[in-house]
């Protein structure tokens, strides 16, 4: 037993020193976890919150996109019905009607496709409220993005009958099946298909000849996880805002091109669902290249 006055001083110094960072230790943690729990009990409210004005909205939402698209239907029908009447008055007057006639059916059109709009933001806010919407199952990773590759392409080119990129792929075969929600995973890969298709797009009509758009994926079988990427040689993302992608009705797109959700609910879906990570690559003007990896 050490009876030195100075070293039983100078132990129970460094004992409370000792104490005092492990306090100061447990109290940081402590603090996080509130912040977590916080943080947690914020996003739930506001998920609930954010669920029931979707829900609200919908309803009325789908009686303007319903009875707009019945009204343009009748439209159609009035101007076949009055073809033949029509032939009957005036210049002046068969003129003023079907101007009448095609404005209606206009602002019919522009009220139902921003009627589709709202509609997918809705839905977009209620996926983005909810928590896993199926369960894990063995889902064949290179099947099911090699699959959505060829929805997205087709479903641009139905859009847009000019658009063609050059897609290389490269699947590691020994990736295999891994445990996913493959709903929500090919919702992952399609948005981020179509954000690469539209960027590719964009530079396309910009540069003309003088740009060929490609597409880059490839699967990777690392030792505890699967890598997937995805690389364009688009319009990429500015440095700027790189941090704010994910966010939550963050978009780069024109007003009426995107609603901003698309990023932020693959990152709850991989993250939160699959327990994995997403990043991204990017240099302005050059390519963007967005990094999922998914624990076996």
Do not use: W
């Amino acid at each position: 037993m050490n009876t030195n006055p100075d070293e039983i001083c100078k132990e129970l110094i460094q004992r409370s020193e000792n104490l005092k960072a492990e306090l100061d230790s447990a109290n940081n943690k402590l603090q996080q976890i509130q912040i977590q729990l916080l943080e947690s009990e914020k996003m739930a409210t506001l998920g609930q919150l954010t669920a029931g004005i979707a829900h609200e909205i919908k309803n009325p939402l789908n009686f303007i996109t319903n009875f707009s698209e019945l009204s343009i239907e009748l439209v159609e029908e009035l101007t076949n019905e009055l073809a033949d009447h029509i032939s009957t008055l005036d210049d002046k007057d068969s003129g003023y009607l079907k101007a009448i006639l095609s404005d209606l059916k206009e602002n019919l059109n522009k009220i139902f496709e921003h009627g589709k709009r709202a509609d997918s933001i809705i839905k977009g806010m209620l996926l983005h409220s909810r928590g896993t919407s199926g369960e894990p199952i063995p889902t064949d990773i290179n099947a099911l993005l090699s699959e959505y590759i060829n929805l997205a392409f087709h479903g641009m080119r139905a859009t847009d009958n000019s658009f063609n990129i050059k897609i290389e792929s490269d699947y590691d075969r020994s990736v295999g099946s891994l445990m996913a929600i493959p709903q929500d995973l090919s919702r992952v890969f399609l948005n981020l298909l179509n954000n690469a298709f539209y960027s590719t797009n964009e530079k396309k009509k910009e540069f003309k000849d003088e740009y060929s758009p490609v597409l880059q994926v490839t699967t990777k079988n690392r030792d505890t996880f699967a890598e997937i990427r995805l690389r364009d040689n688009g319009k990429g993302i500015p440095r700027h805002i790189m941090e704010k992608i994910f966010n939550a009705f963050f978009t780069t797109k024109p007003a009426g091109s995107g609603t901003g959700l698309g990023l932020s609910i693959s990152h709850d879906i991989i993250v939160r669902e699959h327990k994995g990570t997403i990043s991204v690559d990017s240099m302005e003007g050059e390519f963007a290249e967005f990094i999922i990896t998914l624990p076996k």
